[in-house]
């Protein structure tokens, strides 16, 4: 067996854990509103990020 230096399902649950913890007493409009907002944090970091490597901007 190989020895891990990095756990990506052990970081996943971690990860969801804190999601949990963060949106457990939101209605369900909220929510939404979270993940929007978490998504467009996303896509500016992700858009950031490629301008920085200089490769071309991703389309939907």
């Known amino acids: 067996m190989k020895n891990k230096s990095f756990d990506c399902v052990e970081m996943k649950r971690r990860a969801q854990e804190r999601i949990y ?3 457990r007493h939101l209605t369900a409009e909220k929510k939404i509103a979270y993940y929007n907002r978490i998504g467009e ?9 490629r301008a920085k490597l200089n490769l071309a901007p991703q389309h939907p």
């Open 21 to 23: 913890e963060e949106t």
């Open 41 to 49: 944090a996303a896509r500016k970091r992700q858009a950031e990020l």
